[in-house]
């Protein structure tokens, strides 16, 4: 079961070659890409002035594989054409072939098969003169897909004359027909919409007899105002209505409901029919049903699959199965617990081991903090995945880590760490019994300290996205935000884990050494890794905003250290009232310091780019652009380096990794162009492309051959693993080129 759902979330993105040759009259510009043969052909042999002609885009797509609808459910991407018309011509709207279902595991997609054809027509202006020509550009991109996930595109262009007379070409307009003879037919009879709490419900009265029969299913316009996986029930009132109830998807509103439109499919085959529906909103609930017929999801629609990931619109984690979301769960606790092994976290071990040093022989109150330590993962990790999954309900395209592509948090983060370095190195103290303060108030602020830390650990640990996490992570995002949040929590409780088991080990306290003076040094020796990780973020920060913000958040720092000295002062002065005034002066100062860190923002002339292009050795890379990908294929291949500045692991691995001479001679031997895919900001394109792989994180890598199927490549990445995918792609071309 797993498997097959890693396996969809592992959807591989490339682009295929492109063939442009310019068509006149009711000849055709034509396109084949990697899966599907193109063509742009219009229905006559020329246009009339102030007259229409019909445009077929025509695909002829390879056995198994399918496109998608402009609802394409629970995942993939419709068809985008953009049109470059001469004055005065328009286009109308795109006619597209009647839905079909391709169930993938758990979920629905709507999409097309065969051969599809989309028909947009195209008037011309009165004023055009018989004996011109004209030119009809068109650039189209679509999602192919099988056990894979395609992005096609290609460039078509059409000269056609302008005639008073012009003649109509058989075959096309055939393929035109019979695009328009599978369009719905209107809906006769009676059409209203409920919008009730849980979805619309659909009444409907027909004039001509027609029945809810199963198999049915309604393909609603709109992408995400009902799920598409998710069990479609009809039921027939006493007055012979019949409501068909559906479930609100994850833009459904009820107070927002005005209108329902979309396809209403009854049968299957060739007795399949198809309606238009056109709904108004009625007031009030749907008539009570007196008999209620299920759709069946399986027999409705094509037996394909995709692998595409699946959209937040999915049918709910029942479908999964128990064992899927099990595994899931059990992959993100072992994730969360190898992140305290990745070298993101190592600061905050550092200040977990002087914590721990300093109170190992009060058994109590070890264990009580380390309880504490873990609750303040848990609930930052479901404050930050919470907010990631309602920013991306909202169509935000965000992914994880995303808090670290805001320069403001970078700037948090860093002075965070600095505080947290300056207290290890005694310049003042928090958590210790200040002015002989009872001993119960200085348990509470133990525990504060230990929640805090659980909090900075999770913040810390973003940049990684170790082994195990990029399946679950990516299924996060996509899933129901019931289970998305469960596995925010599993990874939680998996970071925290080793802390807590240590905190409740009774052998732990016999193994530690006694205390004694040696703990201030070691406390204050703990603080330099913390202070490196805060100027890590500092380099982080200076990808994204620049020499002047950069400045900005330095005297920061140098302010925060100031407050912290004045802290330090008033805690030794042994003057309750003195401490005070130094606490207050403190606190205006650390104020006056943080306060225009909010105000950074990314900083146009900040090279973005930077944390990508350096650091690779000897080779170059080319900056992240989807429509080069092609033409660097047919050269010889392309890798992809999907990668952040704050991404630890990501800069480890091009240093260690990709940076090596091999790595180096063995790309330049098979043509291999490095391409570097900078996620430090914020960019659609590049959180696009990681989707399409099941991805919501860096770093990943994914090697596209000159022929065939992208690979993404294993984590931890290794040379082996590059030379493996490189040279077996190699030597699957040179085979199928054999006579």
Known sequence: MFERIASAFAAVAGLAAMSIAPAHGQASDRVVTDHANSVLELTMDGIAP???????????????????????GDSGLPLELSWELPSGFTTGETIYPAPHRIPVGPFVNYGHEGEPAFITTLTAPADVRPGDEVRIALSASWLICEETCVPEDGAFEIVAPIVDDPRPVPAVIAHARKTRDEAPAPWSGSLAVHAEPDGPALVLRSDDGVQLREPFHFFADAEGLTEPAAPQTAARTSDEAEVLRLEGGVAYKPEALRELTGTLAIGEGAARRDYRIVAARADGAAPAAASATPSSAAASGSSASSSFPPGEASGGSADM????????????????????????????????????????????????????????????????????????????????GFHLQSPALVAMSAALLFGV?????????????????????????????????????????APCVGPFLSAPLGAAAFLPPVVGLLIFVAIALGLAAPYVAISFSPALARRLPRPGPWMSTFKQAMSFPVFAASAYF???LSQQVGGEGLAIALLGLVALAFAAWLVGLGQRAGDERSGRRMSIAAAVIAFVAVAPIFTLAPSPSADGALAAKGG???????????????????????????????????????RTILARPAVRDLFRSHDVTLMAADWTRRDPAITTALEAFGANGVPLYVYYPPTGAPQVLPLPLSFRDIESAIENAQARTVAARRP
């Open 538 to 540: 500092i380099w982080v």
């Open 50 to 72: 102030g007259g229409s002609v019909d445009l077929v885009l025509r695909q002829k797509l390879q056995d198994g594989w399918h496109v998608y609808w402009r609802n394409p």
């Open 421 to 461: 370095g300056l207290n290890l190195a005694g310049v003042f103290e928090v958590g210790s019994s200040l002015q002989n303060v009872g001993g119960g108030l200085a348990g509470r602020r133990g525990d504060a300290g230990a929640f805090f830390t659980g909090a900075l650990a999770v913040f810390v640990a």
């Open 616 to 654: 690779y050795g000897e080779l170059t890379p080319v900056a992240f652009d989807p429509s080069a990908i092609a033409s660097a294929r047919a050269e010889g291949g392309v890798f992809v380096d999907f990668t952040a500045a704050w991404c630890v692991v990501c800069q480890f691995n091009k």
């Open 321 to 400: 199965g128990v064992g899927g979301i099990a595994a899931l769960l059990a992959f993100a606790f072992v994730g969360g617990a190898i992140l305290n092994a990745m070298p993101c976290v190592f600061p905050i071990i550092f200040v977990k081991a002087a914590s721990l040093v300093s109170s190992a022989h009060d058994t109590a109150l070890v264990r009580r903090q380390g309880v504490v330590y873990a609750a303040g993962v848990v609930a930052t990790f479901v404050a930050l995945g919470g907010a990631l999954l309602a920013l991306r309900a909202g169509g935000e395209q965000l992914g994880w």
